[in-house]
């Protein structure tokens, strides 16, 4: 049987959620010690420890059939590959930021300017849209300190927390374009069994983070203003209790507003609420 490859990144920020995800695919490997190859041991899977420029190469070349990656460093490296699965880490922005004290409003008053940057390709594509002609000054990191030293007007670079921006003495000024860690594929490559069934595996692990398990118990009477409050769940579960007019409702609730809901089923009259992470959903 074939073997796949993934490619995910040796250390850095995508590293450590890279190999929290695929563990929690029920994937075994050794994490990148000194090898930078790991076989899984339940699985036709080899994954190769990368640095994450080179990432998007070697799947567009088929030396990895699989990898995880920023979208920014796909857009920047130009390469054609599949966008497979968004996975909702690594988000950030690519933002032009430039120091405090620079008087500047619009755009087009870049027009003239330095950007130093990591990113000369994405920039350079987003200034020419604008119809801006800067000097885009391509440097290889520590991008925030270059108008401190003098070498640039202006920045562009990721940003999450803003964090580095501020305490480099910059604003941020526009934003490029935004961000997040991607499961890439060669291109047609999503027909083929092993990896659909890989990227049905990361979409379990993935449904499961965005939703919570929650056990309930109502009186009888509350419980069809309890279900118009579960929109989305087909059936809710419903068991009877040992109490007699009083029932257990199983469900599931979605992350995003979890609280609100939570607070709700409450005045409709839920008691006793245990709420439970969820490993898996397979459909
Ligand atoms: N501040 C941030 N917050 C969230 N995600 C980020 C942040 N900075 C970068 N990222 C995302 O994580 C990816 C990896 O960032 P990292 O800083 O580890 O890259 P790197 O230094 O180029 O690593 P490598 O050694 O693999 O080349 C980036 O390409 C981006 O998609
Ligand atoms: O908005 P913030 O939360 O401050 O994050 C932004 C910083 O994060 C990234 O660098 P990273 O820390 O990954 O280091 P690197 O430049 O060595 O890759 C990016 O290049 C910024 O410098
Ligand atoms: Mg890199």
Redesign the pocket.
């Known amino acids: 049987m074939k073997t796949l490859k993934i490619a995910i990144q040796k250390s850095?920020?995508l590293n450590e959620k890279s190999v929290e995800l695929l563990k929690n695919c029920g994937l075994n490997f050794e994490n990148y010690k000194s090898s930078l190859i790991s076989p899984v041991s339940n699985f036709p899977l080899e994954i190769l420890f990368l640095r994450d420029d080179d990432i998007p190469e070697y799947v567009q070349d088929g030396i990895a059939d699989l990898g995880i990656v920023g979208e920014n460093v796909i857009q920047e490296t130009e390469v054609e590959v599949s966008y497979l699965q968004k996975l909702g880490f690594g988000k950030?922005s690519l933002k032009i930021a430039v120091p405090n004290t620079l008087p500047i409003k619009n755009l087009s008053e870049l027009d003239g300017k330095s950007i130093a940057t990591t990113y000369p390709v994405i920039l350079g594509k987003f200034l020419k849209q604008k119809g801006i002609e800067s000097d885009i000054r391509t440097i290889s990191?520590?991008?925030?300190i270059s108008p401190g030293l003098g070498l640039s007007d202006a920045i562009c670079?990721?940003?999450?927390?803003?964090?580095?921006?501020k305490s480099n003495g910059l604003k941020p000024f526009a934003d490029v374009m935004s961000s997040e860690a991607v499961l890439i594929g060669r291109k047609g490559s999503e027909n083929e069994d092993l990896i659909k069934e890989l990227i049905q595996r990361v979409q379990s692990v993935l449904r499961a983070k965005e939703t919570k398990y929650v056990v309930l118990n109502v009186e009888k009477a509350h419980l069809p203003e309890i279900i118009k409050l579960l929109p989305g769940v087909k059936s809710p579960s419903v068991v009877p209790l040992a109490e007699e007019g009083w029932v257990a409702v199983h469900t599931v609730i979605p992350e995003r507003d979890f609280w609100e809901r939570i607070s709700q089923l409450k005045q409709a009259g839920a008691q006793g609420i245990v709420v439970m992470p969820i490993e898996k959903i397979i459909l």
Do not use: A, Y
Not at 141 to 144: A, C, R
Not at 157 to 165: E, P, Q, R
């Open positions: 850095g920020r950030c990191g520590s991008v925030e670079d990721l940003v999450s927390t803003g964090g580095t921006l």
